[in-house]
C-alpha cells in the first residue's frame, strides 16, 4: 500500500516534466501508475473477502509512537479500487480534455498528488496518518477546484470548500485526540474493539459532535453543502474525480470507519438519519431546478451522499449491505455522467440543457454512455444502479423506517426525473444550434465513460462478480463477525419491486411536469429565503469584521499594549497550572552567615529594577537595568557558574555600551495614553503579578526531586566522546550544535534587518 502510494507520489512529481517531452502521450503513461496499483489492489480481494486483512507498517516517529500503519480490509479496498481505477481513467481524460493548456503538466500532478493523499486517508490505521492524509485531500482539491486561478469565481469556489473542508479538519483533529486519549490507542482497529467503552465513556458526546461536524463538512452534508455545487466551476476531470468516487466521499467513509467504533446509539442514529435525509432531499430538489449539466450532477451527488450517509446511520445488516452496493453503483454512474457531460460540452461547447438537442446523430457513443449511466442512475434493471435501489427498499421497508422510506422514495423518484433530463432532450430531442457544430470526442474522452458505464452494466447482470466484496465491505463497516451474502438481480415480485415501480412512474411524472415542479420550488425557495451561498459570504464579512476590530483593539501600534497583553496571557497560564497543581509545598529555606554577599546583590538587583521604574529619562533607566544585570552576573559568579557569569558581565557591558550611545541621540517621548494612571495601576499589578507567580513556580520546582540523568550524561560522555573539558561549552558546539547554530542565524538574520534600516534613507513624502 505504501509503495502505491509512493508510486503515484513519483509519477505526480515527474508529471510536468513528461508533459513537456511527451505532450501527446503523457497522460497514457501516467495513467500506468494508478492502473497498476488498481491490478494489484484487484489481487488482494480473494484474501480480503476470506476475511483476511493486508496489514503494512513503517516507522514515522518512533519517539511519539507515530508509525504509517496502514490495514487493507473491505471497506478500505473497495475504496482503493474506486480510487485507483477511476482515477487512471481521469488521468487519460485530462489528457484529452486538456490537450494543449499550457498547465496541463501541473494539472496531472495535482490530479495524481490528490490520488496519493486519498489513497492514504482510505488505507490509513494510525489517527495521526488519517489526519495528515485527510489534510492533504483538502489541500491538493484546493489546488484542483482552483486550477483556473484567472476565473475569480474559481478562485472563490476554491477558498470557500477550503475553509469550509479544513475547519472539519480541524474538528477532526480534536475528536481524533480524544478518541484516542479515551481509548488509550492510536489505531483505527485497537479502537473498534473498544468501541463499547468508548460510547459509554464521558468524552462520546463531544468525540460524536467533532467526527460528525468532519465527516459533515467534507461530505457536503446539510448545512454544510453549498461548497460541492460551487466546485463546478473546476474543469471537468476533477469535478468527474473528486465528486464522484473520492473527496466527497471521504466523509462518507468516516462515518464508515467508525461505525463500529461510535454506531449504534441514538445520537448516531439521529444525527445520521436526519442529515443524510435532509441532504438527500434537498439535493434531489435542487437538480430538478439546474439547467446545468454539471450543476445537475452535483446536486445529484448531494442526493448519493445524503443516502449513503442515512444507511450508515440506519446501521442494520440489510442497510450496510445497500450501502455497499450503493457506493460502487454511484461511483461507476457518476463517473461516466460527469466525464461524458464534459465531452459533450467539449464537443458542442455548451452545457446548458437549453441548448442542447439532437446529439445523438453527432454524438452517437457519448449518448450511448450517457444512456447506460443514466439508466442505472434511475435505478431500473439490469444495471447495478437497481440491484443496490432494491436492496435499499428491502431493507428499509422491512425494518419500519417509513419516514426514510419515504425521503428515499421521493429522492429516487426525483433521480429517475433527472435522468431522462440528462439524456432525453439532449440527444432526442429537437436538434439546436449547438448540435451544428457538435462533434464526436476522441479515445481519451471516451475511454472512462465506456469502461465505467460497461461495468455498471456488467456487475448489475453479473452481481456475483462484485458480491463478494461487496459483503466484505459490508462486514467492515459492521465491525462483527463475516456474513454470507446471495445477491441476484430478480427478487421476484416483492414489496422492494413495487416501491421500484411506484419510483419510476413518480419520477416520469415528475419529468413529464418539470416545469410546474421547477416553478413550485423556486416559489418555495423564495418564501423561505434559502440562499446558503450569500449566508457564507454574510458569515466570512461578520468573521473579517470581528478580526479587523479585534486586532485594531489589540494590535495599535503601542509596544507597551503589545507586552502587557503577552504578560497577561502568561499570567493567566502559568496561574491556570498553579490551580490545576493545586498547590505545591514550601520548600526549606534557610539563611546562614555565607549568604550576606548574595542579599547584597539581591537588595542590588531590586534597586536597579526599583530605579528603572521611577527613571524620569532613558539614561536613568538604562544604567539602572545595567545595575540589575551586573548583579544577576555576579550572582552567577557566587554560585559557582563562571561560564554563565562571564558571559552575562559581557552581555550587560555591550548591551549598556550600545544603549547609552543610541538613547544619546534620541529625543524624549512625550507621555502617551499609557502613562495614565489607571495604565500605571495596571502595570503594577500584572508586573507584581507575573513576578509573584514566577517566583512561585521557581519554589515549586525547588521541592521537586532533581533528576541528574543529563548532569551525568554530560560530565560523562564531554570529555570521551566530544573530547572537550568545559561542560557548557560541548552542549553549546556539540550537543546542541545545531540549536546554537539556529540561534546564531536568528541574530544574524535580526542583524541584518538592524542593518538594513540604518542604511535606509528617507525620500520625498517621508517615504524610506
Given at each position: 500500500m505504501l509503495t502505491a502510494i509512493l508510486a503515484i507520489i513519483l509519477a505526480a512529481a515527474v508529471a510536468p516534466t513528461l508533459n513537456r517531452l511527451l505532450p501527446a502521450l503523457s497522460h497514457w503513461v501516467l495513467a500506468l501508475v494508478p492502473l497498476s496499483a488498481a491490478l494489484w489492489f484487484a489481487l488482494q480481494v480473494p484474501g480480503v473477502v476470506a476475511g483476511v486483512p493486508v496489514l503494512e507498517t513503517a516507522s514515522w516517529a518512533p519517539s511519539l509512537g507515530v508509525a504509517l500503519s496502514f490495514r487493507l480490509d473491505g471497506l478500505s479496498l473497495l475504496f482503493a479500487l474506486l480510487i485507483c481505477g477511476i482515477g487512471a481513467f481521469v488521468v487519460i481524460y485530462s489528457g484529452g480534455y486538456l490537450r494543449g493548456h499550457p498547465r496541463e503538466g501541473r494539472f496531472h500532478l495535482f490530479i495524481l498528488s490528490f490520488m496519493a493523499a486519498m489513497l492514504g486517508l482510505v488505507t490509513a490505521d494510525d489517527l495521526i496518518?488519517?489526519?495528515?492524509?485527510?489534510?492533504?485531500?483538502?489541500?491538493?482539491?484546493?489546488?484542483?477546484?482552483?486550477?483556473?486561478?484567472e476565473d475569480a469565481r474559481s478562485r472563490r469556489s476554491a477558498i470557500q470548500a477550503l475553509l469550509v473542508t479544513g475547519g472539519g479538519g480541524m474538528a477532526l483533529l480534536a475528536g481524533l485526540v480524544l478518541m484516542g486519549m479515551a481509548s488509550?490507542?492510536?489505531?483505527?482497529?485497537?479502537?473498534?474493539?473498544?468501541?463499547?467503552?468508548?460510547?459509554?465513556?464521558?468524552?462520546?458526546?463531544?468525540?460524536?459532535?467533532?467526527?460528525?461536524?468532519?465527516?459533515?463538512?467534507?461530505?457536503?452534508?446539510?448545512?454544510?453543502?453549498?461548497?460541492?455545487?460551487?466546485?463546478?466551476?473546476a474543469p471537468t476531470p476533477v469535478s468527474a474525480y473528486l465528486h464522484s468516487a473520492t473527496m466527497v466521499k471521504a466523509g462518507v467513509y468516516l462515518l464508515a470507519r467508525l461505525n463500529p467504533t461510535l454506531g449504534g446509539t441514538e445520537p448516531w442514529f439521529w444525527a445520521l438519519t436526519l442529515a443524510g435525509g435532509v441532504t438527500a432531499l434537498w439535493g434531489s430538489a435542487m437538480a430538478l431546478r439546474s439547467t446545468d449539466l454539471k450543476k445537475i450532477l452535483a446536486y445529484t451527488t448531494l442526493m448519493a451522499l445524503g443516502v449513503l450517509v442515512l444507511l450508515i446511520g440506519i446501521g442494520s445488516d440489510g442497510?450496510?449491505?445497500?450501502?455497499?452496493?450503493?457506493?460502487?453503483?454511484?461511483?461507476?454512474?457518476?463517473?461516466?455522467?460527469?466525464?461524458a457531460a464534459g465531452s459533450?460540452?467539449?464537443?458542442?461547447?455548451?452545457?446548458?440543457?437549453?441548448?442542447?438537442?439532437?446529439?445523438?446523430?453527432?454524438?452517437?457513443?457519448?449518448?450511448?454512455?450517457?444512456?447506460?449511466?443514466?439508466?442505472?442512475?434511475?435505478?431500473?434493471?439490469?444495471?447495478?444502479?437497481?440491484?443496490?435501489?432494491?436492496?435499499?427498499?428491502?431493507?428499509?421497508?422491512?425494518?419500519?423506517?417509513?419516514?426514510?422510506?419515504?425521503?428515499?422514495?421521493?429522492?429516487?423518484?426525483?433521480?429517475?426525473?433527472?435522468?431522462?433530463?440528462?439524456?432525453?432532450?439532449?440527444?432526442?430531442?429537437?436538434?439546436?444550434?449547438?448540435?451544428?457544430?457538435?462533434?464526436?470526442?476522441?479515445?481519451?474522452?471516451?475511454?472512462?465513460?465506456?469502461?465505467?458505464?460497461?461495468?455498471?452494466?456488467?456487475?448489475?447482470?453479473?452481481i456475483a462478480l462484485p458480491q463478494g466484496l461487496l459483503g466484505a465491505t459490508a462486514d467492515a463497516v459492521r465491525g462483527g463477525a463475516p456474513q454470507s451474502l446471495n445477491l441476484h438481480l430478480w427478487h421476484g415480485l416483492t414489496p422492494a419491486l413495487g416501491l421500484s415501480g411506484l419510483t419510476l412512474a413518480l419520477g416520469m411524472a415528475l419529468y413529464f411536469g418539470l416545469s410546474p415542479v421547477k416553478n413550485s420550488l423556486a416559489a418555495i425557495q423564495r418564501l423561505t429565503r434559502i440562499d446558503h451561498d450569500r449566508a457564507w459570504d454574510c458569515l466570512l464579512s461578520l468573521l473579517q469584521g470581528t478580526a479587523n476590530r479585534i486586532t485594531s483593539a489589540l494590535q495599535d501600534g503601542v509596544l507597551q499594549r503589545y507586552l502587557a497583553w503577552i504578560f497577561a496571557g502568561i499570567l493567566l497560564l502559568l496561574g491556570a497550572t498553579l490551580v490545576m497543581r493545586g498547590g505545591f509545598t514550601w520548600p526549606g529555606i534557610r539563611l546562614d552567615g555565607d549568604d550576606g554577599l548574595g542579599i547584597v546583590l539581591a537588595l542590588l538587583m531590586l534597586g536597579g529594577t526599583a530605579g528603572a521604574i521611577r527613571a524620569r529619562s532613558r539614561m536613568e533607566a538604562v544604567l539602572s537595568l545595567a545595575i540589575t544585570g551586573m548583579s544577576v552576573a555576579l550572582f552567577f559568579l557566587l554560585s559557582g557558574a563562571p561560564d554563565v557569569g562571564i558571559t552575562q558581565l559581557m552581555v550587560e557591558t555591550l548591551s549598556t555600551i550600545i544603549l547609552v550611545l543610541v538613547m544619546a541621540k534620541l529625543p524624549m517621548l512625550p507621555p502617551g495614553p499609557d502613562r495614565s494612571r489607571p495604565a500605571k495601576l495596571f502595570h503594577s499589578v500584572l508586573a507584581l503579578g507575573i513576578g509573584g507567580v514566577v517566583t512561585v513556580i521557581l519554589l515549586a520546582v525547588l521541592d521537586q526531586p532533581l533528576a541528574m540523568d543529563l548532569s551525568r550524561f554530560f560530565?560523562?560522555?564531554?570529555?570521551?566522546?566530544?573530547?572537550?573539558?568545559?561542560?557548557?561549552?560541548?552542549?553549546?558546539?556539540?550537543?546542541?550544535?545545531?540549536?546554537?547554530?539556529?540561534?546564531?542565524?536568528?541574530?544574524?538574520?535580526?542583524?541584518?534587518?538592524?542593518?538594513?534600516?540604518?542604511?535606509?534613507?528617507?525620500?520625498?513624502?517621508?517615504?524610506?
Open positions: 496518518s488519517l489526519f495528515v492524509f485527510w489534510e492533504l485531500t483538502s489541500i491538493t482539491s484546493f489546488m484542483l477546484i482552483g486550477f483556473n486561478h488509550g490507542h492510536w489505531t483505527l482497529s485497537a479502537i473498534a474493539a473498544s468501541g463499547a467503552d468508548l460510547r459509554a465513556h464521558v468524552l462520546y458526546p463531544a468525540m460524536l459532535v467533532l467526527l460528525l461536524l468532519a465527516a459533515f463538512t467534507k461530505s457536503a452534508q446539510v448545512p454544510f453543502h453549498f461548497w460541492l455545487p460551487n466546485a463546478m466551476d442497510a450496510l449491505v445497500a450501502f455497499a452496493g450503493f457506493l460502487l453503483a454511484h461511483s461507476l454512474y457518476k463517473g461516466a455522467l460527469f466525464m459533450v460540452d467539449h464537443g458542442s461547447g455548451t452545457r446548458e440543457l437549453g441548448e442542447l438537442g439532437g446529439l445523438w446523430s453527432k454524438m452517437p457513443a457519448t449518448g450511448l454512455f450517457i444512456a447506460i449511466a443514466a439508466l442505472s442512475m434511475a435505478g431500473l434493471p439490469p444495471l447495478l444502479g437497481f440491484v443496490a435501489k432494491e436492496l435499499i427498499y428491502e431493507d428499509v421497508f422491512r425494518n419500519g423506517h417509513m419516514v426514510a422510506l419515504a425521503v428515499l422514495l421521493l429522492a429516487n423518484a426525483a433521480m429517475v426525473a433527472t435522468a431522462a433530463t440528462l439524456f432525453l432532450k439532449p440527444f432526442l430531442g429537437a436538434p439546436t444550434k449547438a448540435a451544428g457544430h457538435a462533434h464526436e470526442s476522441g479515445p481519451a474522452l471516451l475511454a472512462g465513460p465506456a469502461v465505467l458505464a460497461g461495468l455498471s452494466l456488467l456487475f448489475g447482470l453479473w560530565g560523562d560522555t564531554s570529555l570521551v566522546e566530544a573530547y572537550g573539558r568545559n561542560v557548557v561549552n560541548v552542549i553549546l558546539v556539540d550537543f546542541r550544535g545545531f540549536d546554537t547554530l539556529g540561534e546564531i542565524t536568528v541574530v544574524a538574520c535580526a542583524g541584518l534587518g538592524v542593518f538594513a534600516l540604518l542604511r535606509a534613507r528617507m525620500g520625498k513624502g517621508g517615504q524610506p
